[in-house]
């Protein structure tokens, strides 16, 4: 049965995000409903819907009326059962981690290393950490690299227009293991199984039309036609103004929430200031999306 909402969609009055309110994402929306959603999440780059009781079956669902589900790479972090679920978590069973711990702590843009990256995340919150004092810890940051874009000087964006960045999956794990360290194995076959990708450096949204900047440092590793030295220099210039704070929203979670983000238009960097007794668990589903333009 569809369910008709009464929906509202408040911007937050920063570069990108926007909260939804009056949809119960345990329901089947109806179409409706759904096309507005849709549309928001184009406009405003990432949406959250607070007090949120969803199952994983429906959490799924809702992922799936965005496009397909396919299953994470990383197979020994999913939930079982659900190979496209990706369990984000600390805790801890029989001394080993029942998800990815250090899922997103360096700013990123979701499986960026993949020829086809997902078009959205949708996270959902079931567990937050807390502080000794009540406080909420473990916010996640997103940045707008569409406004990033926008403020970059002319000659820059005639220089790289057009030109593909290399991105590499094995160079993200190791350049967040040399800054913040990495509480998993990197599987062996990994670096077989994702060989670097070329994405354009900026990446035009397939429904606004905007374009974005569309590089990580550490994870890029050149620029097509340029030394290497100087791409790695400009890779970690437009990386650095596509995250300054001026970009930024910062989501500070409630247990319930379901937040989700369009990978082509922000990235985002989980804050790990919570200790491993501060419980956090949280599922992730990456909605497949199109090859970069």
């Not at 949120?52 to 939930?79: E, H, K, M, S």
């Not at 995340?121 to 569409?146: H, R």
């Not at 791409?231 to 409630?254: C, D, G, M, N, T």
């Amino acid at each position: 049965m569809e369910v008709v909402a009464t929906i509202s969609i408040v911007p937050t009055g920063a570069a990108l995000g926007a909260e939804v309110r009056g949809v119960d994402l345990a329901q089947c929306l109806d179409d409706g409903t759904f096309r507005r959603i849709d549309a928001a999440l184009s406009e405003h780059g990432m949406l959250f819907f607070r007090r949120q009781d969803i199952t994983v079956g429906q959490q799924v669902a809702f992922a799936r009326r965005f496009g397909d589900a396919a299953p994470n790479v990383n197979q020994q972090a999913c939930l079982p059962g659900y190979p496209e679920v990706l369990v984000v978590s600390n805790v801890k069973e029989n001394g080993r981690y029942i998800g990815v711990s250090d899922a997103g702590i360096t700013w990123h843009t979701d499986q960026s290393a993949y020829p086809r990256p997902p078009r959205c995340s949708v996270l959902y919150a079931k567990e937050v950490p807390v502080s000794d004092d009540g406080t909420i810890l473990g916010d996640t940051i997103f940045s707008s690299a569409a406004a990033a874009y926008e403020v970059l000087p002319a000659d820059i964006k005639k220089r790289l227009e057009g030109k593909g960045a290399s991105h590499s999956y094995m160079g993200r794990l190791l350049a967040r293991k040399a800054s913040v360290g990495l509480t998993r194995e990197i599987p062996a076959d990994h670096a077989d199984r994702m060989p670097p990708v070329w994405h354009p450096v900026f990446r035009t949204h397939p429904v606004t039309g905007r374009k974005s900047i569309y590089v990580t440092e550490g994870e890029c590793t050149a620029i097509e036609g340029i030394p290497e030295d100087e791409a790695l220099a400009l890779i970690a210039q437009l990386h650095q103004l596509a995250i300054e704070p001026r970009f930024h929203y910062r989501h500070r979670w409630q247990r319930g929430d379901v937040i989700m983000w369009d990978n082509c238009t922000c990235q985002h960097l989980a804050v790990r200031d919570y200790r491993e007794d501060q419980r956090r668990l949280m599922y992730r589903v990456s909605v497949d999306g199109a090859v970069p333009f």
